[in-house]
């Protein structure tokens, strides 16, 4: 179990690091999208081979539909609800407020951003903690994608927090609460199916994928795009390509 805090808190630490070199180094708002789309590709991925396609083999498609598109609803509609207080900029590295942005509730906005990030680390830690459940050992093509995945998160909803009116303290104080959620998540995903059925296993790995999917369709892959421009399609590609290589290693 703790093996799966541990790998938790090391997929979860990217954020962390993002925010720390979004402080201290100007980052290329291309770049940023470039990375976000390597995390993309590498995400789908994962989700494609660790997840759904285990979930099939070991129960079948049932469990693994009523888990994925349950897990798709489920992230979207608290996505909505977080959107509507700002959250949805919580990957944006836009340095740019229009007047509407100026005059609402800055405060409300970097919450926001802060309970989206949240949201976002819960299921991809939670893929952590049911791939050592499942397989004995922890899946690199998982931590790898969360990883890269996070990263830029850490850098743009950073960016996003500094428009709000957070110091640089708070700010730091916030991704280390997020590095103790992804911990936590990780550790609940092994822990309350460490003896369940592999039906019940094969729909809550489904469930975290879905989540994943939908996080990624409606966050990561519209700012990778408007940040990084067409090459993205490629790079996202090769993010799903490291995670099949990952996948077989």
Do not use: C
Not at 151 to 163: A, D, N, Q, R
Not at 189 to 197: K, N, P, T, V, Y
Not at 227 to 238: H, K, L, R, Y
């Amino acid at each position: 179990m703790w093996m799966a805090v541990l790998w938790g808190a090391i997929a979860g630490s990217a954020t962390l690091l993002g925010a720390f070199a979004v402080l201290k180094v100007s980052f290329n708002k291309r770049m940023i999208g470039m990375i976000m789309a390597l995390g993309t590709g590498a995400l789908i991925g994962a989700t494609a081979y660790e997840l759904l396609g285990e979930a099939v083999e070991k129960s079948g498609f049932t469990e693994a539909a009523i888990g994925f598109l349950g897990g798709a609803l489920v992230f979207t509609i608290f996505d909505y609800l977080v959107s509507r207080s700002g959250g949805h900029k919580r990957k944006s590295s836009d340095r740019t407020e229009s007047k509407e942005e100026t005059d609402s509730n800055s405060s409300n906005a970097g919450m926001a951003i802060f309970i989206g990030t949240i949201m976002d680390a819960i299921p991809e830690s939670a893929m952590i903690g049911l791939s050592l459940i499942e397989g004995g050992g922890v899946s690199a093509a998982l931590v790898v994608a969360i990883f890269i995945s996070n990263f830029p998160e850490g850098l743009s909803s950073t960016v996003g927090l500094k428009k709000s009116g957070y110091t640089n303290g708070k700010i730091m104080w916030m991704w280390v609460i997020v590095l103790a959620f992804s911990a936590l998540s990780s550790f609940g995903g092994a822990l309350l199916l460490q003896d369940a059925s592999d039906s019940v296993k094969a729909i809550m790995s489904s469930f975290a994928g879905g989540g994943i999917i939908a996080m990624v369709a409606s966050t990561m892959m519209p700012e990778a795009y408007e940040e990084g421009g067409p090459s993205v399609g490629f790079i996202t590609a090769v993010g799903v390509f490291i995670s099949l290589i990952l996948h077989h290693l």
